[in-house]
């Protein structure tokens, strides 16, 4: 993963995880956490674009297309 995440929004996040769940967590902890959710974030939107072409090109083709590839490029 290429993308820097702030110190501020991981101390945001690590506030937020130890008011949740009643414990401190570690700086390490809090900047795992951090950078999974933007992973899953980044897929989830890759996901949706995809989705959207997808839609669009059946918009286009009503009866239908042959898809790119099967198996997604991310």
Known sequence: ???QI???RIQELKDIL???HGR???WEEASEAAY???GFAELAFKSWQEDE??????EESPKGFKLDHLVSKI
């Open 1 to 3: 993963l290429c993308m």
């Open 6 to 8: 702030e110190n501020k």
């Open 18 to 20: 130890e008011k949740e």
């Open 24 to 26: 401190e967590f570690t």
């Open 36 to 38: 999974s959710l933007t």
């Open 53 to 58: 072409r997808r839609k669009r090109k059946l």
